[in-house]
């Protein structure tokens, strides 16, 4: 194994290892141990800057959008315009615990036609956290309903994992979707289970819908939300404007759709500029610590790319496994999906990985479509967990959690979620072993 593999695996390890622990801040992790990392390796500094600069740069976009998107969400929460869905989702959905993770779940399916998996987490979080937590259940659990279903829309072909994978067999982004229909089906059996796995964990720590009908959603509302409710039906006409456009294939960034957004409600619910200034210092230091986090795996990612440890993992792992299973190498690399996809990102796993497993069973008539379809299957339940996606950290924002709370909660259903994947696929004949 080459010695920058090595280094990769043990970095991917240690910070793997502090973020679930909770012994740093994220901030603190993705900034010093990429450092300490490069130079190691013996890049100078003039190289990891170059990869620091690259990196930063990816996560521009991202991070403008988190600010401004957390800000309006948070702004229209305190005015109390998700109230009235609150009611009217404790009426159809709140029989039990599980019926509302449901509603999770198909809310989701919706909310991610589009691909985008800022969109999925900006519509879905805002809407259905305030009813869970009056039921006692928790944001890890939300975030966990989510992923599921969340991993079946990431699939669709203009979704980033298809279109990476139908990039590297070449063939058409639809033809390969076509592929995946049968083994879309087992995905959302599994996803269902995942919601009532869920459920369980959660009411086992004490969730229960009886807490919905002790609590009206009128008790918690501050002197301040209530004077602005002359503002509601601007409130209310402004975000379906904005959900609108979230869907629509314009070419405004989303970043910048937000801004504008934040900017008219702020106007128009706090007319005084002494009162706008405190709402934005008060919004904005909710988005800081996470917009930080954002920056600062910017800099995890432009040195695991730039120095080349993401292809010399790949080229690792495929080395490590035993000679016996090399006609069946798609089927045991998909065992590891879950974490490899964690490990290495979307982009190495997909345009790195992919292509190697690729040429080691193409010779035992094993299609490159095959293999990719295994791959889609097993790994898109990795995406809404891994430390290099940029868009998990909008989910993570918008439910006060740290990356180390959703992953020390989620892996423990998702990854066995993978594997049952793959195994019910096997099964029913969509994926060759």
Not at 384 to 401: E, F, I, K, R
């Amino acid at each position: 194994m080459d010695f920058i593999a090595i280094v990769g695996f043990i970095f991917m390890l240690v910070l793997m290892c502090i973020l679930v622990s909770g012994k740093a801040a994220p901030p603190v992790v993705f900034t010093v141990l990429p450092v300490v990392v490069s130079l190691i390796l013996g890049f100078s500094f003039k190289e990891l800057t170059e990869f620091i600069e690259t990196g930063m740069a990816s996560m521009l976009d991202t991070a403008v959008l988190f600010v401004f998107a957390i800000s309006y969400f948070t702004l229209m929460s305190e005015m109390g315009l998700f109230d009235p869905m609150v009611d009217f989702l404790m009426k159809r959905t709140g029989k039990s615990i599980t019926t509302i993770l449901l509603a999770v779940m198909v809310t989701t399916f919706v909310a991610h036609l589009d691909g985008s998996g800022a969109t999925t987490f900006l519509i879905v979080v805002p809407a259905f956290l305030p009813l869970c937590k009056k039921a006692g259940i928790r944001p890890q659990a939300l975030l966990a309903s989510m992923c599921g279903m969340y991993g079946v829309m990431n699939l669709v072909p203009w979704g980033g994992p298809t279109l990476r994978a139908a990039t590297v067999i070449q063939v058409p982004a639809n033809e390969l979707y076509a592929s995946l229909l049968p083994g879309l089906i087992c995905l959302v059996i599994v996803s269902t289970g995942i919601v009532v796995v869920v459920a369980r964990i959660e009411q086992k720590h004490g969730a229960d819908i009886s807490k919905l009908a002790l609590m009206e959603t009128d008790s918690g509302k501050s002197q301040e939300q209530a004077g602005h409710k002359k503002n509601q039906l601007f409130n209310l006409l402004l975000t379906i404007g904005l959900l609108a456009i979230l869907f629509a294939d314009t070419p405004l960034p989303l970043y910048v759709v937000f801004m504008i957004a934040y900017v008219a409600a702020l106007v128009v619910n706090f007319p005084n500029v002494k009162d706008q200034n405190k709402k934005i210092k008060e919004y904005g230091s909710q988005a800081v610590s996470l917009t930080v986090t954002l920056f600062s795996v910017g800099i995890f990612m432009g040195v695991l790319k730039e120095s080349g440890m993401i292809n010399a993992m790949a080229n690792a792992i495929i080395a490590m496994l035993p000679e016996a299973i090399t006609p069946h190498l798609h089927w045991f690399v998909a065992l590891l999906a879950v974490p490899v996809l964690m490990i290495l990102g979307t982009n190495a796993f997909y345009y790195a990985l992919l292509p190697i497993v690729i040429g080691v069973v193409e010779p035992y008539g094993i299609s490159p479509e095959t293999v990719a379809v295994t791959f889609l299957l097993t790994a898109t339940l990795g995406t809404p967990l891994s430390p290099s996606v940029a868009t998990n950290y909008v989910g993570l924002g918008l439910t006060d959690l740290s990356i180390g709370e959703h992953i020390r909660y989620s892996l423990r259903i998702l990854w066995p979620a993978s594997i049952a994947t793959l195994v019910l696929c096997t099964l029913v004949g969509v994926i060759p072993f």
